[in-house]
Nanobody, 119 residues
Framework: QVQLVESGGGLVQPGGSLRLSCAAS????????MGWFRQTPGKEREFVAA????????LYADSVKGRFTISRDNAKNTVYLQMNSLKPEDTAVYYC????????????WGQGTQVTVSS
């Protein structure tokens, strides 16, 4: 497992933007598939976006496609989630996750960062 620390959450008005960051420990970060998930009270955690160890491979939930962009900087052991055109329904705790063994599922999770979209 690896340690993941998210940052960048906060309060933003509808239509605004935020960029979340997730810093990872470990010497083999470039080998990990990385993902972002979110959760609101009373609901299950839902998938938002993922990026493979090869940065050309990305995947998005339909609800964020065209508004969110996932990226990674392997030199900094960091994955990002650029969120544009934010909506109130994007309000949630956002979690970063790592799949350290390809195909075995996400096995490491951050503590989460709160994103609130409200006027």
């Amino acid at each position: 497992q690896v340690q993941l620390v998210e940052s960048g959450g906060g309060l933003v008005q509808p239509g605004g933007s935020l960029r979340l960051s997730c810093a990872a420990s470990g010497r083999t970060f470039s080998d990990y598939n990385m993902g972002w998930f979110r959760q609101t009270p009373g609901k299950e955690r839902e998938f938002v976006a993922a990026i493979g160890w090869s940065v050309s491979r990305t995947l998005y939930a339909d609800s964020v496609k065209g508004r969110f962009t996932i990226s990674r900087d392997n030199a900094k052991n960091t994955v990002y989630l650029q969120m544009n055109s934010l909506k109130p329904e994007d309000t949630a705790v956002y979690y970063c996750a790592a799949e350290t063994v390809p195909g075995q599922g996400y096995d490491s999770w951050g503590q989460g960062t709160q994103v609130t979209v409200s006027s």
